[in-house]
T-cell receptor, first 112, second 115 residues
Framework: GENVEQHPSTLSVQEGDSAVIKCTYSDSASNYFPWYKQELGKGPQLIIDIRSNVGEKKDQRIAVTLNKTAKHFSLHITETQPEDSAVYFCAAGGQNNNDMRFGAGTRLTVKP | EPEVTQTPSHQVTQMGQEVILRCVPISNHLYFYWYRQILGQKVEFLVSFYNNEISEKSEIFDDQFSVERPDGSNFTLKIRSTKLEDSAMYFC?????????????FGEGSRLTVL
């Protein structure tokens, strides 16, 4: 089955700096890679996703890159703001959502 | 914006007791899921449900667990005889796409504490 590794487990940046979170996956059949943001006391919310026919996707201050050969994908947040502080989870999935597996999460703290 | 709602937000129970966690998925969604998150750990898949039956379950989802869609709107997770290690946050999720991986919409979770 799929195994997703996520690094770092914690990340602290100054407001305005960039933050990068990296994930690797094991199953070459995986073709869907979402990122979720989980704020304290809430459920994970999808913030961006990428499918395996695309190498990079951007949505305002967030971007995701995918390297299928190396089986890794990354989340980039630019111009970080205190409200970006949360736990971020990557996930990798294949044919359907049943296959999707999550990384262990990265706690991002943006210091004002 | 439509959302997945879960009740209760927090339940405390004694070991060995039965617990039912309730979820109301987004109304036009067809696929329903339960995930578990032990404190500080990753979100783990428990079970998926489509067309009134379980489509897949993980090794965590043993005979103590069951799911049901009793009335066309609610989706419930029952734990028959809770154990200490069942203490976790339980998330319900739903999605609408039938044949490919689509966006999962998560509820805010039900925190279960087993004493």
């Amino acid at each position: 089955g799929e195994n997703v590794e996520q690094h770092p487990s914690t990340l602290s940046v100054q407001e305005g700096d960039s933050a990068v979170i990296k994930c690797t996956y094991s199953d070459s059949a995986s073709n869907y890679f979402p990122w979720y943001k989980q704020e304290l006391g809430k459920g994970p919310q999808l913030i961006i996703d990428i499918r395996s026919n695309v190498g990079e996707k951007k949505d305002q201050r967030i971007a995701v890159t995918l390297n299928k050969t190396a089986k890794h994908f990354s989340l980039h947040i630019t111009e970080t703001q205190p409200e970006d502080s949360a736990v971020y989870f990557c996930a990798a999935g294949g044919q359907n959502n049943n296959d999707m597996r999550f990384g262990a999460g990265t706690r991002l703290t943006v210091k004002p | 914006e439509p959302e997945v709602t879960q009740t209760p937000s927090h339940q405390v129970t004694q070991m060995g007791q039965e617990v039912i966690l309730r979820c109301v998925p987004i109304s036009n969604h067809l696929y329903f899921y339960w995930y578990r998150q032990i404190l500080g750990q990753k979100v783990e898949f428990l079970v998926s449900f489509y067309n009134n039956e379980i489509s897949e379950k993980s090794e965590i989802f043993d005979d103590q667990f069951s799911v049901e869609r009793p009335d066309g709107s609610n989706f419930t997770l029952k734990i028959r005889s809770t154990k200490l290690e069942d203490s976790a946050m339980y998330f319900c999720a739903s999605s609408d796409l039938p044949s490919e991986t689509g966006e999962l919409f998560f509820g805010e979770g039900s925190r279960l504490t087993v004493l």
